[in-house]
């Protein structure tokens, strides 16, 4: 690979939903979110079926048996409002909608945008996560760049990067 590969792309909100998305995947394991998931919202049913019993027997209602569903509603919700957030934040960003490109070749990876630019060796990336959107370079733990897929010429392209990332990382995983 003599000629490096050049990822080009426009940096967008969905682009920075994703790659937190994905993130977020990588922290917490799919079990641990199934599991956290069915215990909110079997809580938030227990509490509004205890809730109506004491209704029907004549009893005020606890302010728990309202929490819970409450809790439920905010975890069934919470997309939604992560992507209002993350669009309105997008907004007040100086890297909105730029044109970022990168060149990755054997040795180093560089970027560069109309605010700089900068390059860096393999050494510096502590672990790569290749997910169906996309590539992420982590340089520290919660520290990364994400590369969209569709920022690559070609799916072979991206094929390409991904082998040699797992040559030069140690920390190499893929994430469905």
Request: proline share 5%; aromatic share 14%.
């Amino acid at each position: 690979m003599e000629q490096p590969i050049v990822v080009k792309f426009r940096w967008s909100a969905e682009d920075l939903l994703q790659g937190y998305r994905c993130h977020q995947c990588l922290a917490c394991r799919r079990p641990f979110r199934i599991l956290f998931g069915a215990t909110i919202y079997g809580l938030a049913f227990l509490s509004v079926f205890a809730g109506i019993i004491s209704y029907w027997h004549g009893e005020l209602i606890p302010m728990l048996f309202i929490l819970f569903p409450g809790i439920a509603l905010c975890r069934l919700l919470w997309p939604f409002l992560q992507h209002w957030l993350v669009r309105r934040q997008f907004a007040k960003r100086p890297d909105q909608d730029m044109e970022i490109e990168w060149q990755i070749m054997p040795n180093n990876l560089s970027v560069k945008d109309r605010h700089g630019h900068g390059e860096f060796c393999w050494d510096a990336i502590v672990q790569v996560v290749r997910t169906p959107s996309g590539l992420m370079l982590y340089k520290l733990e919660n520290m990364f760049h994400y590369l969209p897929r569709r920022g690559f010429a070609s799916d072979a392209e991206f094929e390409q990067i991904t082998e040699l990332a797992k040559s030069k990382v140690r920390k190499f995983r893929f994430v469905t």
